[in-house]
T-cell receptor, first 113, second 112 residues
């Protein structure tokens, strides 16, 4: 089975712009989560989707949003980018919620200048 | 609220020696506990998990972890460390219906 894929892998944006990141989960996985990883804050949970519904949301401003499509693919959007949004954004998928482990993609490295 | 602590930022161990990476957690209800490893410029890889049952769980690459309910701990162990084990290790907890919460990570360096 193919693993979790994320596109693009690297992105450079300017403050004030918006960005959309994409995630394709492992085939058959219906749950997708997004995380922000920075050296100072570690892994911070953004949101989790299951069957196109947001199930959990982390403590991030409304500039961060996401969605999940009927084929379980997911996108996250960040509007009005700030310098502090520079980070590695990780997507993870699992068959469902609860006891399942998550499988991570390689991440999208976002740099905001 | 859920939380995970990894009290050591860095653990150094000589190759061939046993290694332990510590993790303590706080969660309401029964915890689901996980260990992940991250190599440079890559995503996290799943190592092992505890859901219920035997307190000692075995995972990938010879790693194991022991669940201790009274001490709310889930320490990662390996009997004999390899240089290739050098990486960043994350402990995570999840309660039913809640999201994953990850610890800050522990950098393991195995010295030849």
């Amino acid at each position: 089975k193919a693993g979790v894929t994320q596109t693009p892998r690297y992105l450079i944006k300017t403050r004030g712009q918006q960005v959309t990141l994409s995630c394709s989960p492992i085939s058959g996985h219906r749950s997708v989560s997004w995380y922000q990883q920075t050296p100072g804050q570690g892994l911070q949970f953004l949101f989790e989707y299951f069957s196109e519904t947001q199930r959990n949301k982390g403590n991030f401003p409304g500039r961060f949003s996401g969605r999940q499509f009927s084929n379980s693919r997911s996108e996250m959007n960040v509007s009005t980018l700030e310098l502090g949004d520079s980070a590695l954004y990780l997507c993870a998928s699992s068959p469902g919620q609860g006891v399942y482990e998550q499988y991570f993609g390689p991440g999208t490295r976002l740099t905001v200048t | 609220a859920q939380s995970v602590a990894q009290p050591e930022d860095q653990v150094n161990v000589a190759e061939g020696n046993p290694l332990t990476v510590k993790c303590t957690y706080s969660v309401s209800g029964n915890p689901y506990l996980f260990w992940y490893v991250q190599y440079p410029n890559r995503g996290l890889q799943f190592l092992l998990k505890y859901i219920t049952g035997d307190n000692l769980v075995k995972g990938s690459y010879g790693f194991e972890a022991e669940f201790n309910k009274s001490q709310t701990s889930f320490h990662l162990k390996k009997p004999s460390a390899l240089v290739s084990d050098s990486a960043l290790y994350f402990c995570a907890v999840r309660a039913y219906g809640q999201n994953f919460v990850f610890g800050p990570g522990t950098r393991l360096s195995v010295l030849p």
